[in-house]
């Protein structure tokens, strides 16, 4: 993020009032070589200060689309009827179109994804991330790693895509440019924060449901082939399970996050959304591999050249199975272990719907001759509150204050952090209570009279102790685990395009929200792949307890060992062979 370092310089009396707030007596000579050592290191910080801009080169915008020629367009209400795109334009290499992999797929990206030349808005209003109320949005000078490999494997970005506001929320009414609506159901959350990159895979995936069993289509206006989406506590699989789609959490640092704005490298992700397991591994092939500046990366994380081909990998597993005749409904599970996760049914708003349809995938893993055992992690229940311990505390100087990450990383540029005024109190908590909660939980959290740094110290300790609980079921007593998305399907939105109705209260808006995650953020702070697809369908709720407008998709989540992408991605291919998910009304 830029910033300004406070012009005024550091003179006696307020050394002496920071010398006061440690309770140090200080002898005068003492005070006076302090302040000189302390003098010295602002001078040096100013020295930086003054250096002109940095850009890596690594990060320099595509040739092929020469800053100079994108142009972009905010649609209107009749191409953007969900609202689920936050601009429109064209990025493409005319030649990779026909030689890459991805062949001219259309993409959209989350809108926290810099593309150089294209505004950046993080879900929110343009005066949160200029400092100014007369600005527009940001424009970055630089393409994000995905963004250069999208377009260098021949897809067609064609515009980002709605999120919500600074990424805070796993439901879809917090956008400053209004609710994300469900495709199915008009009316109902999309799930977020990647919300209008489910919408947008999900929109074909509808039509062509709809037109397959002879339903009118309705006009949702342009999807996408493909999406990047960005996942902290679930914002990719959420919006997935909502939308009836295909998301991918990779396993961390898999798919670089340099250029994408960040809430805490411990947490962030991007990775593919699409309207299939194949095209999921396709998009994955694209974008998988380090690009020497992530700090997420680990010496397990393959560089681009040695990055797996995920789709030929996939392709070539079930050629195997085929080649023997063991891809069938009845033999193609041989040889698979699934683990259902006893406390990811134990949630406590799991509505019973939800849980039969997990049980009844797990049922049709044993039908395809998969073996199907109860497995418990019982950290795993308390995965929220170590996310959370692990997390509030960080993650909004991050986005929010436009600290860099304690890791050597490329930050947001171009981005400028809000001051947290009366002004910006009132704004935001009739955009999103979810985002003051976050400032205001992490100065208290961060107050070290009350918290000391070894509180969190303590957190992150208890983060390898789950990451190491999941790993001994994983790593001997089955492939994968089998649990739900979310605890129900998608709920009706509180928030609607008129603002927060008459009577309701922020924190209303902040309960829709507990719970949602429970099922997903303990596998961001483990890093572990977490694939969402959908597995059924449930009767979705009704905002004043009606009779239900109708069904939506339950999404069930399947969780492998640390880059075992592709054994997730064929434990998911496996259960399709019984059908589809939402074949089945």
């Known amino acids: 993020m830029s910033s300004t370092v406070a012009p005024s310089g550091l003179d006696k009396a307020t050394f002496q009032a920071l010398v006061a707030s440690f309770g140090f007596q200080m002898t005068p000579q003492d005070e006076a070589d302090y302040y000189t050592l302390v003098k010295a290191m602002e001078d040096e910080v100013r020295e930086v200060e003054a250096l002109p801009a940095y850009v890596d080169p690594r990060l320099a915008p595509s040739v092929a689309t020469p800053v100079?020629?994108?142009?972009?367009?905010?649609?209107?209400?009749?191409?953007?009827?969900?609202?689920?795109?936050?601009?429109?334009?064209?990025l493409k290499d005319a030649a990779a179109v026909s030689t890459g992999i991805l062949a001219g797929r259309t993409v959209a990206l989350k809108d926290t994804v810099a593309v150089a030349g294209i505004p950046l808005t993080l879900g929110t209003h343009p005066y949160q991330l200029t400092n100014s109320p007369n600005e527009p949005f940001p424009i970055p000078s630089i393409d994000a790693p995905v963004v250069t490999r999208l377009v260098e494997s021949g897809g067609v970005v064609v515009g980002t895509s709605t999120c919500e506001n600074f990424c805070m929320s796993g439901l879809s009414d917090t956008s400053a440019s209004g609710p994300v609506d469900n495709p199915w159901l008009v009316g109902h959350a999309a799930g977020g924060s990647s919300s209008g990159s489910g919408v947008l895979t999900a929109i074909p995936a509808v039509e062509k449901w709809r037109k397959t069993r002879g339903l009118p289509v309705v006009d949702n206006g342009p999807g996408v082939d493909l999406a990047i989406g960005g996942d902290q506590g679930g914002s990719i699989r959420l919006p997935a399970a909502y939308s009836g789609v295909y998301g991918l959490k990779p396993t961390r640092g898999l798919v670089p996050y340099t250029g994408i704005a960040?809430?805490?490298?411990?947490c962030d992700h991007a990775g593919p959304m699409a309207s299939s397991v194949a095209d999921v591994a396709l998009l994955l092939s694209a974008i998988a591999g380090h690009d020497g500046l992530d700090p997420r990366a680990t010496p397990e994380t393959p560089t681009r050249k040695s990055a797996p081909a995920y789709h030929e990998l996939l392709k070539a597993a079930i050629a195997a199975k085929e080649s023997c005749g063991a891809w069938t409904p009845t033999t193609a599970g041989t040889g698979l272990r699934v683990g259902l996760l006893k406390e990811g049914l134990a949630l406590p708003k799991l509505d019973p719907n939800v849980a039969a349809i997990v049980r009844a995938a797990a049922a049709k893993f044993e039908s395809l001759g998969a073996t199907v055992v109860d497995v418990s992690v019982p950290l795993h229940s308390k995965g929220g509150a170590i996310w959370t311990a692990a997390m509030r505390g960080v993650m909004s100087d991050v986005l929010l204050a436009g600290k860099a990450p304690d890791l050597l990383a490329y930050t947001t540029t171009d981005v400028a952090a809000p001051p947290l005024t009366q002004d910006w109190y009132e704004k935001m908590t009739a955009a999103s209570p979810m985002v003051v909660t976050a400032a205001l939980g992490s100065a208290y959290l961060g107050d070290t009279k009350r918290f000391p740094h070894s509180y969190r110290s303590k957190a992150v300790s208890h983060v390898v102790q789950l990451q190491a609980a999941y790993d001994a079921v994983l790593n001997s007593d089955v492939d994968v685990l089998l649990l739900p998305?979310?605890?129900?399907?998608?709920?009706?939105?509180i928030i609607t395009a008129a603002g927060r109705p008459p009577g309701t209260s922020l924190l209303e808006q902040y309960q829709a929200n507990l719970g949602v995650s429970d099922n997903t953020s303990p596998f961001n702070i483990t890093g572990h792949p977490a694939l969402a697809m959908p597995g059924g369908w449930a009767p979705a709720p009704s905002m004043d307890g009606a009779e239900s407008p109708g069904k939506l998709p339950v999404g069930i989540q399947l969780v492998g060992k640390h880059h075992d992408e592709l054994g997730v991605l064929l434990a998911a291919s496996i259960w399709e062979v019984g059908g589809l998910g939402l074949d089945e009304e």
Not at 262 to 266: D, M
Not at 485 to 493: F, G, L, M, N, R
């Open 262 to 266: 960040s809430l805490h490298p411990l």
């Open 68 to 90: 100079a020629d994108r142009t972009y367009a905010v649609p209107d209400k009749a191409d953007n009827p969900l609202n689920a795109w936050s601009h429109r334009f064209t």
């Open 485 to 493: 998305v979310t605890p129900s399907v998608a709920p009706p939105h």
